[in-house]
């Protein structure tokens, strides 16, 4: 079982920064696949990015490439995304999702989820 709380989202102006933050309890250190989701009103849940626990390999959608960075503190059991660059077309809520397993895009296949934390950019 895992349970994840994520926090850092805020409101910022174009071309500013954040870094989201996901804590997690329970065992992620071995394959299981941690990934940051957004969705914002009126849109599907899109994946932004993923990070496989088991080898560290990262995953980006192309609308974050260059600008966001996934990282984890295993150490602290802590999921990061760093997003800079940001534009007004990435505000929306942002949640952290883990499953068991390999890293995919789809969120249906992902068992457990933080609450969310909202970004918002203005232009």
């Known amino acids: 079982q895992v349970q994840l709380v994520d926090s850092g989202g805020g409101s910022v102006q174009a071309g500013g920064s954040l870094r989201l933050s996901c804590s997690a309890s329970?065992?992620?250190?071995?394959?299981?696949?941690m990934g940051w989701f957004r969705q914002a009103p009126g849109k599907e849940r899109e994946g932004v990015a993923a990070f496989y626990t088991s080898g560290g390999s990262t995953y980006y959608a192309d609308s974050v490439k260059g600008r966001f960075t996934i990282s984890h503190d295993y150490a602290k059991n802590t999921l990061y995304l760093q997003m800079n660059g940001l534009k007004p077309e990435d505000t929306a809520m942002y949640y952290c999702a883990a499953r068991h397993g390999g890293c995919t895009h789809f969120a249906k296949e992902y068992n457990y989820w933080g609450q969310g934390t909202q970004v918002t950019v203005s232009s």
């Open positions: 329970g065992s992620t250190y071995r394959d299981v696949c």
